[in-house]
């Protein structure tokens, strides 16, 4: 995922959290992977740990 595309995130964050879930760790990404079978690619997975 590109810096500026995060970034954008980020500002949006800042001016309405409620509308975001929040982040995850990282045994909740590797469960998910597991219990969907899938491997997510790696610039979604940064995103949902932000």
Known sequence: MKIE???AIDEEF?????AFGGPVNIEEVIQAEDELK???PEDYKIF???
């Open 38 to 40: 899938v491997k997510l």
């Open 48 to 50: 949902l740990l932000r």
């Open 5 to 7: 595309l995060l970034n």
């Open 14 to 18: 800042e001016m309405c959290p409620e």
